[in-house]
């Protein structure tokens, strides 16, 4: 009776690189018109179905099947749970925006750091 349910078992997540899966993420969510903070603000209300301004997992791998991301099922919520920084199961705007733009994120820090720090010296 349960066969079924057991048939893909054996792909273990052994070598799945989430890194990997991120890059994967980006470039196709960039396809989709996430490129400014807007597009991806918009891309955020779209997956946030229940509106409550934040990604449940469900919201999260629905939208990746819908978008076909092209991540396998029992990689997402791999996915998920890197993207999750404060571990709340779920992902807010904030989080959403450091999974896209993540490495950009962290150059205009760097670059906030340093205007800051030159303001600093006065
Ligand atoms: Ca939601
Ligand atoms: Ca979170």
Do not use: C, W
């Not at 301004?53 to 791998?61: G, N, Q, V």
């Amino acid at each position: 009776m349960s066969k079924n349910m057991q048939e893909s078992r054996h792909a273990d997540n052994d070598g799945v690189n989430p890194e990997k899966l991120v890059t994967l993420f980006r470039d196709k969510l960039k396809g989709r018109g996430a490129r400014g903070i807007v597009g991806i603000q918009r891309l955020f209300k779209i997956m946030d179905d229940d509106g409550s301004k934040s990604l449940s997992e469900h919201e999260f791998s629905k939208a990746i099947k819908d978008f076909k991301i092209g991540i396998s099922e029992e990689n997402i919520p791999i996915l998920f749970n890197y993207f999750d920084s404060n571990h709340d199961g779920t992902l807010n705007i904030d989080e959403f925006l450091m999974a896209i733009r993540g490495e950009l994120n962290n150059k205009r820090l760097a670059m906030v750091k340093q205007a800051f720090d030159k303001i600093d010296k006065d």
